[in-house]
């Protein structure tokens, strides 16, 4: 079964809002019927994906490089010249599952290439998989959440991809705005498990209740 689009495919994530005419509560029976089969075909797909890799509550989310880390200039970075910027939506979402009670960890590559860069001045960017692969070994999450806001993480964001699916012990998720204008070839590739498109809050929760378990799959949120 096909990897899914949390936004382009309605059984992968219900509506974020009553205002679409086709999604709204004044939908016709077999339009909410059409709904329902759909995300009983979500609900198969997330019941196959948990039974090769089964889902503990364990969420790795990583924030991508957002600098090129193969024309990385040392003397910029010595002056701290290069912007850090807070895996502010990552925040968010992590706030908006916290009633789930999982074992949530923020990896920012961004910051953390900087940090080991600082620590160590002969330390190489483009060295950032052995940061990522050590969190995952640490960590050992069964769900990672990739976060890409700049065109320049493109890269990262791939080999990042790759190398968790290499290990196939964990869920893989991709979000931001990279994957929002990116997600044909995400999924087309089978690079990712799901893709998220937009706004991640109520889709993840969302998708969380599907591989739980726990969640109305029928259920459209207001």
Not at 159 to 169: G, P, V
Not at 210 to 215: C, D, I, S
């Amino acid at each position: 079964m096909a990897p899914f689009h949390c936004l382009w495919m309605p059984f992968v994530c219900p509506p974020e809002s009553s205002s679409k005419k086709s999604m709204n509560l004044s939908q016709t029976s077999n339009e909410k019927r059409r709904v329902h089969v759909e995300n009983s075909i979500f609900n198969e797909y997330c019941q196959e994906i948990t039974s090769n890799i089964p889902f503990d509550g364990k969420i790795l989310f990583v924030q991508l490089p957002q600098f090129n880390v193969t024309s990385f200039d040392k003397q910029i970075a010595l002056t701290k010249g290069y912007y850090v910027f807070p895996p502010t939506g990552i925040q968010y979402l992590c706030k908006s599952i916290k009633h789930y009670g999982f074992q949530l960890k923020v990896l920012d590559l961004n910051l953390e290439i900087l940090k080991a860069f600082h620590t160590d001045n002969s330390f190489d960017p483009v060295d950032w998989p052995q940061i990522f692969e050590a969190t995952l070994d640490e960590f050992a999450p069964t769900l990672v959440c990739f976060s890409c806001l700049f065109d320049v993480g493109i890269g990262p964001l791939l080999q990042a991809i790759r190398i968790t699916r290499a290990r196939e012990s964990s869920i893989t998720l991709a979000g931001g705005v990279i994957a929002t204008y990116e997600w044909e070839k995400l999924i087309a590739d089978d690079l990712c498990h799901f893709v998220i498109e937009g706004e991640g809050e109520i889709k993840l929760n969302y998708l969380l209740g599907a591989l739980t378990g726990e969640g109305d799959l029928a259920a459209q949120p207001d």
